[in-house]
C-alpha cells in the first residue's frame, strides 16, 4: 500500500531528537512538509539545512503558556495548512514516588497530559473546519500496564490512552483520525533517567528498540486509507519482558 504523503503537512512536537527526529525524517522521505516544534533552536537551524525546505522549523517552548497557545496560528503561518498534528514532545521520572520531585512532578504531569491536550485543542478547529487530519500522540507501554518503577510516567501516559480514546469518538464524525503508538524502551534521552539497574539490564538484554522503528511504526498509522483507523499500536522488544 502506498505510504505517499505529498501536498501534506505535518507538524511534529519535540521534533528535535528521538523518536520526533525518526518521525520527521519519515514523514519528509513520503512526501511531507513537517514543522518541526522544540525549544532548541539550534539543533532546529542545523536540521533544517540537513533536511532542506520540506522541513519548517518553529522554535517554541511548550510549557510557556502563552508560547503554547500560538502554535497553530505560528504552524499555519509557515506552512498554510495542517493535516498531521503528532504530540510528541514528553519526559519521564522513573523510581520511586517518594524520591520524586514535586516541581519535577508538576513539569512532567504539564508536558506529557496538559500540553497535549492544550495543543490538540488548539489545532482542532482548523482540522474540522476541512474536515480531514490526523492526531497522533506519541504515548507508551507504560500507558497500557502499570509499571511499578515508573508511577508518575506510566500514570501520564494512562492519562493520554484515556484521551486518544474518548477524543477519538468525538472527532471522528469531523473526519478526523485520533490514535497513539505505544513504545517501550527506545533508545533516546528519555531513558537517561530510568532507573540505572534497570536501563543497564535493558540494554545487556537487547531490550531497546531505536526510535526509527516507533517512526515506521507512525508512517503505516498514517498511510491506511481515511476509512481505517490503526486506534492503538504497541511497538516492543522482543525481549521486553513485559
Known amino acids: 500500500m502506498s505510504q505517499d504523503l505529498t501536498g501534506k503537512v505535518a507538524a511534529v512536537t519535540g521534533a528535535a531528537s528521538g523518536i520526533g527526529l525518526a518521525t520527521v525524517r519519515a514523514l519528509i522521505a513520503a512526501g511531507a512538509t513537517v514543522v518541526l516544534i522544540d525549544r532548541d533552536e539550534r539543533a532546529l537551524d542545523a536540521l533544517q539545512a540537513e533536511l532542506g525546505d520540506a522541513a519548517i522549523p518553529l522554535v517554541l517552548d511548550l510549557l510557556d503558556p502563552r508560547a503554547c497557545a500560538t502554535l497553530l496560528a505560528r504552524i499555519l503561518d509557515k506552512a498554510g495548512q495542517l493535516d498531521i498534528f503528532h504530540a510528541n514532545a514528553g519526559s519521564y521520572i522513573g523510581g520511586d514516588l517518594l524520591d520524586a520531585d514535586p516541581d519535577a512532578i508538576d513539569r512532567m504531569v504539564s508536558l506529557n497530559v496538559s500540553v497535549v491536550m492544550k495543543n490538540v485543542h488548539n489545532v482542532l478547529p482548523h482540522m474540522i473546519e476541512r474536515q480531514t487530519g490526523d492526531i497522533m500522540v506519541t504515548s507508551s507501554v507504560a500507558g497500557h500496564f502499570p509499571v511499578p518503577w515508573e508511577p508518575v510516567y506510566a500514570s501520564s501516559k494512562w492519562a493520554m490512552n484515556s484521551f486518544v ?54 508512517l503505516y498509522m498514517l498511510t491506511r486509507p481515511r476509512n481505517v483507523t490503526i486506534r492503538d499500536m504497541i511497538v516492543l522488544p522482543s525481549h521486553f519482558d513485559m
Open 165 to 218: 480514546q474518548t477524543l477519538r469518538r468525538q472527532v471522528l464524525k469531523h473526519g478526523i483520525r485520533v490514535a497513539a503508538v505505544s513504545p517501550g524502551p527506545v533508545n533516546s534521552a528519555l531513558l537517561a533517567d530510568w532507573p540505572e539497574e534497570n536501563l543497564r539490564k535493558a540494554k545487556e538484554s537487547g531490550s531497546i528498540i531505536e526510535p526509527d522503528v516507533v517512526a515506521d511504526a507512525v
